[in-house]
């Protein structure tokens, strides 16, 4: 194993969770849903604070883990979040309660984001995630940057696509996807990008056109 990798490791297995991200990271699993790494979890957390996010959006719940993450430490933090499963946000709803997330902090609607997403209110949140289907990456991305506030954040995990982003022998509808938008937000004077290698890779940008 080569010193980045020691390095990589380190950091993945370094954030504590509390039990309630423990249960949601378990159920996760047993569905079959993969949840953002703990040191994205852990990165989530920081963002929110240091974004002093009062309004969270969320694109993709799957069963919590992330939306346990962005409220951890944001106790007066809102977050909608918006899954197209019923299933598991049926199973998020069980596990924001068993967390103590008082129902008025969270708005969870079923349905595709891509509907949703642009009947939410303009400019009107902190930050924003986006973890859903990465072959629609650049669609999710263009109706958060409607709705994030000038100055919030979007954040966006999986952008290395399971480590194939770095390959360019692998052409994939998703990865493809992934690279496009690395590509505009490097490029874009409106936006203050920032790419972390924690988890399968993280994008996180400022928004800064007004």
Not at 105 to 113: F, K, P, S, T, V
């Amino acid at each position: 194993m080569s010193k980045l990798e020691r390095n990589w490791q380190y950091a993945e297995q370094y954030p504590g969770e509390t039990d309630a991200l423990v249960r949601a990271r378990r159920l996760s699993l047993e569905l079959g849903v993969e949840p953002v790494s703990r040191s994205v979890a852990a990165q989530l957390s920081a963002f929110t604070v240091l974004a002093g996010a009062k309004a969270v959006c969320e694109i993709g719940t799957g069963v919590g883990v992330s939306g346990l993450s962005l409220l951890r430490y944001a106790t007066e933090a809102t977050l909608t979040s918006i899954e197209l499963e019923a299933e598991h946000l049926r199973e998020a709803k069980g596990v924001f309660a068993q967390a103590g997330i008082p129902a008025a902090r969270l708005r969870l609607i079923e349905g595709d984001a891509r509907h949703v997403v642009p009947r939410l209110n303009l400019a009107a949140y902190d930050l924003v995630l986006v973890d859903a289907d990465p072959a629609q990456l650049l669609e999710h991305f263009e109706n958060a940057l409607g709705i994030v506030r000038p100055g919030g954040c979007i954040i966006v995990p999986g952008v290395f696509a399971h480590g194939r982003v770095p390959d360019p022998a692998a052409r994939d509808e998703a990865t493809i996807a992934c690279r496009d938008l690395l590509a505009l937000v490097a490029e874009s004077p409106a936006i203050a990008p920032m790419l972390s290698p924690a988890g399968d890779g993280v994008l996180a940008l400022v928004r800064l056109d007004g």
